[in-house]
């Protein structure tokens, strides 16, 4: 038996993108797949797909905003198949954020969404997790967490915080049963960013991505940062003055 198989996962962000790279991944590995989005017509595509195969699915539509909506897929879940195993907050939007003309609801929408969104699904999964002793939750995250880059101050903030967040999760419910993990990529071929024109370096494809994520998951990594490279010279962007720091980030806008 793989580690996934009789493994029950609940997948947000599940319609493109890294959500259903691994929605697919797992259900071919063997797992059951809960796919959460808010578009039910891709989600019944890939409920098919994976049913074809090893493992199985079950679409779940919703808004990860909306916690009484995340509570009651999450029990449908649960009800259907016994328990959740593993819960990947995933579900995430980018977003240009102009410093000099600041548009609020667009700031909100990002960090409702990457941040509540990604508490939301812990809230729904854990009193469960706890009365069985057992369960992981996974959040993507992203190397952007690490220091502001110009005209992403939503999106940066968003994932800081969401990083941070897991982490103190972690720290109180890993000696619970519960283990966290905070996966920090760096740039994918994704929706996300194929209309970027600026040049994204480390640019990975997308099926190597997963296989670096899923195996972090297995291996239950508290924090796991890629592609190498690109995490080195992040991790060394924590630790620079910020006069250095500026110089170098305001030449580097990913955002055109």
Known sequence: ??????????ITGASSGIGRALSLRLGSLGATVGLVARNAEVLKEIETTIGLGKGRAIAL????RDIERVRAITETLRATFGRIDVVIANAGIGGTTEGTRLDVEQIARVININVMGAANCAAAAIPEMLDRGSGHLVVISSLAAYRGLPKSGAYCASKAAVSVFFESLRLELQPKGIDVSIIHPGFIKTPLTADREAKMPFLMELEDAIDKIITAIERHRTSYAFPWQLAGIVRAGVIMPDFMYDWLARRNSFRE
Request: aromatic letters at 14%; proline letters at 7%.
């Open 1 to 10: 038996m793989n580690y996934w198989e009789q493994k029950v996962v609940l």
């Open 61 to 64: 539509p919703a808004d990860v």
